[in-house]
């Protein structure tokens, strides 16, 4: 009679386990699941971010395909006349007039240059058409022949073929590096080098001894235009799969590495 109360005991102790047992799995398996479906919203939207930065980005790179194309054929086309007609006019040497014509002459021939330049810089296709170190090393002496200020340029490695698209962004991070040295700086010199390893490894180092600035308050001041900027370049070296350090303190310059994995 004594063994029915304990038999009743165990029984129910063991009902009770067994349903705290089966509520804490289904307990881990609910917050699994909502971790899981969380990761999943997380990832849909990053991808969606991303293909949305990636379409952005394209339509920017049209729209300088486009810009480029109208600057040379049309304000390119009407300053090559407007030289021919320079060209043309019939000016003694003692004239008064012939000093100004002279003036206008170079200056014309100067507002040409500059307008070659900038259509090369902005189109795409001769990114792609000539290579990337060769447009990076185009633009670099354009700065150094205007006396802008010095640069350092070096290249190790044999060249090798990007994506059509990493070239560009690639292109495109540098580019807002120079711009940012120039415009915002103060520096004497950059520097620029660029690696390609023997594994398909690429690495572009790039560095200014301008002011410096307080990278942590940009990063979080999106709203600034350097702080755009900044964003910017993370974009770029993120869609490409390039891992991107950046470090710069004021009074010491700025300086950044991109890190491109091997080639697939």
């Not at 390119?76 to 006019?89: E, H, I, P, R, W």
């Not at 002011?211 to 235009?225: E, I, P, R, T």
């Not at 010491?252 to 991109?258: A, K, Q, Y």
Request: overall charge negative; glycine content about 6%.
């Amino acid at each position: 009679m004594y063994k029915d109360p304990e038999i009743y005991f165990v029984v129910t102790i063991g009902v009770v386990l067994g349903l705290l047992l089966v509520g804490f799995i289904v307990t881990i398996l609910f917050l699994y699941q909502r971790s899981r479906h969380r990761q999943e919203k997380e990832m849909v939207k990053s991808r969606y971010d991303q293909e949305m930065l990636r379409s952005q980005l394209e339509i920017q790179e049209q729209t300088f395909k486009n810009i480029s194309q109208e600057l040379h054929d049309n304000i390119g086309q009407m300053l090559s006349v407007v030289k021919l007609t320079l060209a043309a006019l019939s000016i003694e040497k003692d004239s008064p007039s012939y000093s100004l014509a002279q003036n206008a002459q170079e200056v014309l021939n100067k507002a040409i240059a500059d307008l070659s330049n900038l259509t090369k810089s902005l189109h795409t296709d001769r990114i792609t058409e000539v290579g990337l170190t060769d447009s990076i090393k185009y633009e670099l002496a354009a700065i150094k022949n205007a006396g802008l200020m010095g640069v350092n340029f070096s290249v190790k490695g044999n060249e090798f073929q990007f994506t059509e698209q990493k070239a560009i962004f690639l292109f495109r991070i540098f580019q807002e590096f120079l711009h940012n040295t120039l415009k915002h700086a103060g520096a004497s010199e950059i520097s620029v080098s660029l690696v390609y390893g023997d594994d398909d490894t690429f690495v572009l180092n790039m560095r200014d001894n301008g002011v410096g600035f307080d990278l942590s308050a940009k990063k979080l001041s999106g709203s600034s235009s350097k702080g755009v900027g900044l964003k910017n370049l993370f974009n770029r070296a993120e869609l490409i799969g390039a891992d991107m350090q950046m470090e710069s303190t004021p009074g010491l310059g700025t300086s950044i590495v991109i890190q491109l994995p091997p080639q697939l």
